[in-house]
């Protein structure tokens, strides 16, 4: 059973970079049928679609969010990797990491989610 | 991109049905048959319902079906039992690899 699992500081600072973590157990972060995807959640609000990256390399972002989004993998730790730079108290999430099959789009699995709080 | 558009929130009685709506473009749900939904209940990760318009993942009740006309999409759940009260969202492929939610649907299970 392919399980996802993010970690992150909880807290960070106005301005600052947020970086979070999603490690993947029970299958390999080189499977070529699928992305790595970041998905967050404000509080009380609904889904947005950061950006996704494959295991080559390849990377697709928000427009919107896209000059702060950095993504990364670490295939020999089954890890993908997201940096939010410049952030502000409307950066204030959960954020889910997915898998997300790269013809149909669909997202599955995902982690239960870490809730990264901006503070001033 | 802004967000996919669906109805704040719908309700409907134990056993009745509802249809949940979520309307886009014609760049993005109007375009691609990869239109997917997923249930989140509350504090919980979202949980995949159905991909590419009409199918269902393993494990997911038939009681939940999709179909697409034109750049709406939409997602009935059959027979409402007091589990499916929850949060819906549906997501679209919206071209270069690039994917849009909808804003979230809440269900009220009268």
């Known amino acids: 059973q392919l399980l996802l699992q993010e970690s992150g500081p909880g807290l960070v600072k106005s301005s600052e970079t947020l970086s979070v973590t999603c490690t993947v157990s029970?299958?390999?972060?080189?499977?070529?049928?699928?992305?790595w995807g970041w998905i967050r959640q404000p509080p009380g609000k609904g889904l947005e679609w950061i950006a996704n990256?494959?295991?080559?390399?390849?990377?697709y972002h928000n427009p919107s969010l896209r000059s702060r989004v950095t993504i990364s993998v670490d295939t020999s730790k089954n890890q993908f990797s997201l940096n939010l730079s410049s952030v502000t108290a409307a950066d204030t999430a959960v954020f889910y990491c997915?898998?997300?099959?790269?013809?149909?789009?669909?997202?599955?699995?995902w982690g239960q989610g870490t809730l990264v709080t901006v503070s001033s | 991109q802004s967000a996919l558009t669906q109805p704040a929130s719908v309700s409907g009685s134990l056993g009745q049905s509802i249809t949940i709506s979520c309307t886009g473009t014609?760049?993005?749900?109007?375009?691609?048959?990869?239109v997917s939904w997923y249930q989140q209940h509350p504090g919980k990760a979202p949980k995949l319902l159905i991909y590419?318009?009409?199918k269902w993942p393993s494990g997911v009740s038939n009681r939940f079906s999709g179909s697409k006309s034109g750049n709406t999409a939409s997602l009935t759940i059959s027979g409402l039992q007091a589990e499916d009260e929850a949060d819906y969202y549906c997501?679209?492929?919206?071209?270069?690899?690039?994917?849009?939610f909808g804003g979230g649907t809440k269900l009220t299970v009268l």
């Open positions: 997915a898998r997300r099959h790269v013809a149909a789009g669909w997202f599955d699995p």
């Open positions: 029970g299958g390999s972060i080189s499977s070529s049928l699928y992305y």
């Open positions: 990256i494959h295991h080559s390399g390849s990377t």
């Open positions: 014609s760049s993005d749900v109007g375009s691609y048959n990869l």
């Open positions: 590419e318009v009409t």
């Open positions: 997501c679209s492929y919206a071209s270069t690899n690039t994917v849009i």
